[in-house]
């Protein structure tokens, strides 16, 4: 319902600002105090938090040395989806429960969608579409865990889905978007047939070569309307390719880095840093930039230690079982790490908890929930 809200704008008398807040931000708070409330009542949680403590204490540790409220909010809006997997670790999952759980996340993909068509519609010839990238990532979010069904169980049904979610990245001309739904593809964790694997590469090839020749990617990609693939080398430096004011913003930060690059300029200066430099954006649109400006060097590493060991955790116990639930639960985990570090470079998908990181940190939740109650009741 919280990933929803940010979209409730196209019914009639809801605003976007309530109270000074807007949609998004209502709906990670809720996220944030009812994953407070579960923590108390459920016992037994699974989820390996000790592997996401560095980051935790590093990001309170800091919050306290240089407080301000909007280093607040991002500290917190970086833990909510940590806490969301703990607190799904500590849950009881019988058939009933994972059959409501996929409806109403069946639910919300249709939804979004129409919202997704409905809007370009509306806005049919403007490339740059507003919520396409957040949207977009729960897309891709959607399609991974919808083509990870083909695999395990070779269901043509999901594989249709599948192409069918496709679309909307190309609808919208988001390009990481494009990028990470041909990507989850073919480098899916549970693709494990080499010929399948073959398969989705050239399949994928294709798409990618015919999706970058399209009209709308390269009038939106070249100011010059047309382009080729060598251009993309060193397209920084490429005064054809539209960053869309990403290499400006990106040379502030790195000189912002330059003078501070251990230890960083203290949670949400970035933020400070655009206003001063008259910019209209309160996001860089690169994680990667956005953590090392923030909280330096260290803070970068110390986040990349933790997905690492996050990630080869989950790798670790992908086959202690072959439950069918357990399985589309921790290969579509493993594979959301794709999407993840692909986003984090063309934007800020730390901080889209409600669009991404909640889902992902959910199913990894489920997983070791799983994994754990397996031998106390049987699937049909």
Same mark, same amino acid.
């Given at each position: ?224 309307? $047309?382009? @080729? #693939? ?7 430096? &490429?005064?054809? %390719?539209?960053?869309? *004011?990403?290499? +400006? ?96 470079? $063309?934007? @800020? #998908? ?7 990181? &909640?889902?992902? %940190?959910?199913?990894? *939740?489920?997983? +070791? ?12």
């Amino acid at each position: 319902m919280t990933a929803a809200l940010p979209y409730f704008v196209i019914v009639p008398f809801i605003p976007y600002n309530i109270a000074g807040f807007n949609l998004t931000g209502w709906g990670w708070a809720i996220v944030f105090l009812i994953s407070l409330f579960y923590l108390v009542i459920t016992p037994q949680k699974t989820f390996p938090i000790s592997i996401w403590l560095p980051w935790i204490l590093y990001l309170f540790i800091y919050l306290i040395c240089d407080f301000s409220f909007y280093g607040l909010q991002l500290s917190l809006q970086y833990i909510v989806s940590i806490l969301v997997g703990w607190v799904a670790s500590g849950l009881v999952y019988t058939f009933t429960v994972l059959i409501t759980i996929t409806k109403w996340f069946r639910y919300l993909i249709i939804f979004l969608v129409i919202f997704s068509l409905q809007f370009y519609i509306r806005t049919y010839g403007i490339t740059d579409i507003s919520y396409g990238a957040s949207l977009v990532m729960t897309i891709v979010l959607a399609a991974t865990l919808v083509i990870t069904d083909y695999f395990l169980r070779n269901n043509i049904t999901a594989l249709r889905n599948y192409l069918f979610l496709s679309v909307i990245p190309f609808i919208q001309v988001t390009r990481m978007g494009m990028l990470m739904i041909i990507a989850v593809a073919s480098l899916h964790f549970a693709n494990r047939k080499i010929g399948t694997k073959i398969g989705m590469v050239i399949l994928t090839l294709i798409i990618g070569l015919s999706v970058f020749y399209s009209d709308s990617f390269q009038e939106k990609s070249f100011y010059s309307g $047309s382009g @080729n #693939i060598s251009d993309l080398v060193n397209y920084h430096e &490429n005064k054809n %390719f539209n960053t869309t *004011g990403r290499t +400006y913003l990106y040379s502030l930060v790195q000189a912002g880095i330059a003078e501070k690059p251990v230890w960083g300029h203290g949670p949400r200066a970035d933020m400070a840093l655009l206003k001063r430099a008259g910019s209209k954006l309160t996001e860089i649109h690169n994680d990667y930039l956005a953590v090392r400006y923030n909280y330096g060097a260290v803070g970068l590493v110390l986040l990349f230690m933790c997905i690492i060991l996050q990630f080869f955790d989950l790798f670790k116990i992908a086959r202690k079982s072959q439950n069918y639930y357990f399985q589309v639960a921790v290969l579509t985990s493993l594979t959301l790490f794709i999407p993840l570090l692909g986003f984090m470079y $063309s934007d @800020n #998908i730390l901080k889209y908890s409600l669009q991404f990181g &909640n889902f992902h %940190f959910a199913l990894m *939740g489920m997983a +070791y929930a799983l994994l754990k109650n397996e031998d106390q009741w049987r699937y049909q």
